[in-house]
């Protein structure tokens, strides 16, 4: 497409320059050209720059990873007086969502951070911004094509699956014939199969463990008690239950308390307040879980703002922003829960 190649010439101008200065540098006989690039790295940071407007599109926040989605979003953006936010209705139908991007692009934003509702279905829209000029900052769920975007920042369902593999695998691996349960998400998305994958590859590490039930919820309270009631009374014994989601997970806690059961660690997903406060309370059997930050949504803020402003990211030698950035599932228990409480979403 040569507009669009046209386009993210204009987009990627800079590093273009860069790199031909940098080649200069390494050729001249001239002493002074021998300092290293990175030591006048033009990177963003917190002193008032250019003016920058950042349209922002995201789902409807009906669930609590969501709401903290936008409300990081709306957080970072206050913290910089050169920021100006123009935020849409969140909406989970993907016609009304390509609208809201379209109007934010009439309105010649300088820049778009989208989380897509459908990353497939929304592609088309995010080619559109990049052809007009305005890069796009996609934010966890992925575009069809790296074309759509100019940066990619999000979660690692994978690795979150490994986090919890890990933690469960190193807390048992002394036990003979150690047994774990999974409550998985929606089943049919991709991320929770990526999150099951990546929990299957940590335990085979562990030749004592093995995996003898899992069951598919929905990212929900309701369903998260009604599935692992289900689970409690198909498996009368086990040692460690991984939960997918710290909100379904709240309906967990409530079956496993109505059952009695105390008889097994439980590891979470996601970093939701109400389980951070259980974890550092210790009176249930929830004792830790994996992060799938919703700060991720500041971060990309942060990237916009560079972007709009013509910057690299402070402690890189580059000049410009990275292509993509895969955030890391750390594991939260109460030896750092502290550390994580003020990022707890409700």
């Known amino acids: 497409m040569p507009e669009l190649t046209s386009r993210r010439g204009l987009l990627f101008g800079?590093?273009?320059?860069?790199?031909?200065?940098?080649l200069v540098g390494c050729t001249s006989n001239d002493t002074k050209d021998d300092?290293?690039?990175?030591?006048?790295?033009?990177?963003?940071?917190?002193?008032?720059?250019?003016?920058?407007?950042?349209?922002?599109?995201?789902?409807?926040?009906?669930?609590?990873?969501?709401?903290?989605?936008?409300?990081?979003?709306?957080?970072?953006?206050?913290?910089?007086?050169d920021v100006t936010l123009e935020i849409t209705e969140?909406?989970?139908?993907?016609?009304?969502?390509?609208?809201?991007?379209?109007?934010?692009?009439?309105?010649?934003?300088?820049?778009?951070?989208?989380?897509?509702?459908?990353?497939?279905?929304?592609?088309?829209?995010?080619?559109?911004?990049?052809?007009?000029?305005?890069?796009?900052v996609n934010l966890d769920r992925i575009f069809n094509s790296p074309q759509a975007y100019r940066c990619w920042i999000g979660g690692d369902n994978y690795g979150m699956g490994l986090s919890a593999g890990h933690y469960i695998g190193e807390k048992l691996k002394d036990k003979q014939d150690a047994r774990v349960i999974e409550l998985a998400g929606i089943?049919?998305?991709?991320?929770?199969?990526?999150?099951?994958?990546?929990?299957?590859?940590a335990l085979k590490n562990y030749p004592n463990i093995k995996k003898v039930a899992r069951q598919a919820a929905e990212f929900t309270v309701e369903s998260g008690q009604a599935k692992m009631a289900q689970l409690l009374q198909a498996q009368s014994k086990f040692d460690a239950l991984w939960n997918h989601d710290d909100d379904q997970g709240v309906g967990a806690l409530r079956a496993i308390e109505q059952?009695?059961?105390?008889?097994?660690?439980?590891?979470?997903?996601a970093g939701a307040l109400s389980a951070f406060q259980a974890i550092e309370a210790g009176n249930s059997v929830l004792k830790a879980t994996v992060l799938y930050?919703?700060?991720?949504?500041?971060?990309?803020?942060?990237?916009?703002?560079?972007?709009?402003?013509?910057?690299?990211?402070?402690?890189?030698?580059?000049?410009?922003?990275p292509a993509s950035l895969t955030l890391y599932s750390a594991v939260v228990d109460k030896d750092n829960v502290s550390q994580y409480m003020s990022t707890g979403f409700k």
């Open 293 to 321: 930050p919703p700060t991720m949504a500041a971060s990309a803020i942060d990237l916009a703002r560079a972007l709009g402003q013509g910057k690299g990211v402070s402690g890189l030698a580059e000049y410009e922003i």
């Open 90 to 136: 969140g909406s989970n139908d993907t016609a009304a969502q390509i609208g809201q991007i379209e109007t934010l692009i009439n309105k010649k934003v300088d820049v778009l951070v989208v989380l897509p509702a459908d990353g497939k279905a929304l592609t088309q829209v995010g080619l559109q911004a990049m052809r007009a000029g305005i890069p796009v």
């Open 259 to 269: 059952a009695g059961r105390d008889d097994f660690l439980m590891v979470g997903g």
């Open 35 to 81: 300092e290293p690039a990175g030591n006048s790295q033009p990177a963003a940071d917190d002193k008032p720059g250019k003016q920058v407007t950042i349209g922002f599109a995201g789902p409807q926040a009906d669930h609590g990873w969501l709401n903290a989605i936008n409300d990081n979003a709306k957080s970072r953006a206050k913290k910089y007086s």
């Open 14 to 22: 800079t590093a273009a320059v860069s790199a031909g200065a940098l």
């Open 187 to 201: 089943d049919n998305l991709e991320l929770t199969q990526q999150r099951t994958q990546g929990f299957d590859a």
